[in-house]
């Protein structure tokens, strides 16, 4: 134990952020199940992750106060990000899971969802006509984030007049997701996230009221499901989870893409070929670089991971990073290879959690690597060598990505 304490898990570190997997490595061949800071158990393998996300022993308890100050600190139960976060469906167990999940996946279906498509096409070339003849963008800014923004932002029927003032920047606390208890500073700035963000939805939903759209947001406002309405806390929250992954997690996928494709030219050249291995591709990149890097639960009920006794209450955080390049499942993990057969990476989570933007989120990434290959087939680093990474674990992305096709 001591020697892995002395491993070095610091995920404020930015030198750890910017190379986490030989932490991950040494870890999952000394402790795969490690009591590491803050009395949490850390699991870096991919048999006891997909466990733990499908068993039920494994479950949220975000509504237990004293389990989300545990979590967030001594003031947790004041901190209005907190208690926004607690009632969004990623944080709660059955049945209001069950509830919440229910009336959210009857707005989002799959029709709807696969209906983007084309938009998400119009979009991303709309983007490229934008910095084609320049022959040089930020992929980050110019278009793995505004497009995720400009889709979600549809999606839920954000009137596109107020399109603009969401490009800016992160709307939510993803600081909140790290397994560390959040800094004060981290804790404002997700609050004043929450507080913006909550003011402009609960003024959206109550023009969606008067004027019902063919949107999301007009039919949650109008979701029954067993007689059971949405509270407006629960409406806001979870519409705002939307939003927040509509920013946070397909803007990465897309950003940690391009950056280990290209860093790759033969991988990269393997699609230019036959572009046809796009969708095998774009799962591979998701295990090689995980957009979301860990997933917790709280143990409901006694149970052993790996032959570890894990006793009721504690937090167990699965490094998703690192259970997606267990050797035992994945043959030369740190190997980046887009022909790969059977990819089953854990990015996605699973279980009744299971990402609910799965789909679309591919959808995305999608269309922006069939275009690129199309429009700017030589398309290269300009910084190859230092990836300029958010100090964020959990959710791993770049600040920027120089690239160029002249
Ligand atoms: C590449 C992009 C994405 C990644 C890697 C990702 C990853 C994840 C993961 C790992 C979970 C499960 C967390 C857990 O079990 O604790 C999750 C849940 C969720 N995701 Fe995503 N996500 C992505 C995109 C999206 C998008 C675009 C949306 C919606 C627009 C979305 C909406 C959700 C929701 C609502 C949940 C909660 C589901 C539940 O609790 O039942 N995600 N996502």
């Not at 032959?307 to 504690?314: A, D, I, T, W």
């Not at 922006?368 to 190859?384: A, D, G, M, N, S």
Request: glycine share 6%.
């Amino acid at each position: 134990m001591s020697q892995t304490a002395s491993l070095g898990f610091d995920p404020r570190n930015p030198a750890f952020v910017a190379d986490p997997y030989p932490f991950f490595r040494q870890l999952r061949e000394s402790a795969p199940v490690w009591k590491g800071p803050l009395e949490r158990w850390f699991v870096t393998g991919y048999e006891d992750t997909a466990l733990m996300l499908k068993d039920r022993r494994f479950g949220k308890d975000y509504t237990d106060p004293e389990a989300v100050t545990r979590r967030f600190g001594p003031t947790a139960m004041q901190e209005p990000a907190v208690i926004d976060l607690m009632q969004m469906m990623l944080m709660r167990d059955p049945p209001d899971h069950t509830r919440l999940r229910g009336l959210v996946t009857k707005a989002f279906t799959a029709r709807r969802i696969e209906a983007m498509r084309i938009r998400v096409q119009e979009l991303t070339d709309r983007l490229l006509d934008k910095v084609q003849a320049d022959g040089r963008m930020d992929a980050i800014r110019d278009l793995a984030f505004p497009l995720p923004v400009l889709v979600i932002c549809e999606l839920l029927g954000i009137p596109e007049e107020h399109h603009e003032r969401f490009m800016t920047g992160s709307a939510s606390g993803g600081a909140l997701l790290n397994p560390t208890t959040p800094t004060r500073a981290e804790l404002d700035a997700a609050n004043a996230g929450t507080q913006a963000t909550g003011a402009y939805f609960e003024a959206l939903f109550e023009r969606r009221r008067r004027e019902p759209r063919d949107d999301l947001i007009t039919q949650l406002v109008q979701a029954e499901e067993n007689g059971d309405r949405l509270t407006t806390a629960e409406l806001r929250a979870n519409v705002a989870l939307l939003f927040a992954a509509g920013h946070e997690t397909t803007v990465n996928l897309i950003g940690n893409g391009l950056l280990s494709l290209l860093r790759h030219p033969d991988q990269w050249q393997i699609l230019r070929d036959d572009p046809s291995m796009i969708p095998n591709a774009i799962e591979e990149v998701l295990r090689y670089e995980a957009p979301v890097q860990a997933v917790s639960r709280t143990v409901a009920e006694p149970v052993e991971l790996s032959g570890v006794p894990l006793r009721r209450s504690e937090i167990v955080v699965s490094l998703v990073g690192a259970a997606n390049r267990d050797p035992a499942v994945f043959e030369n993990p740190d190997r980046l290879d887009v022909t790969r057969k059977d990819l089953k990476p854990l990015s996605f989570g699973g279980g009744i959690h299971f990402c609910l933007g799965a789909q679309l989120a591919r959808i995305e990434a999608a269309v922006v690597f069939e275009t690129i290959l199309r429009r700017l087939p030589k398309l290269r680093l300009l910084e190859p060598d230092a990836p300029k990474w958010r100090p964020s674990f959990t959710l791993r992305g770049l600040t920027s990505l120089p690239v160029a096709w002249n």
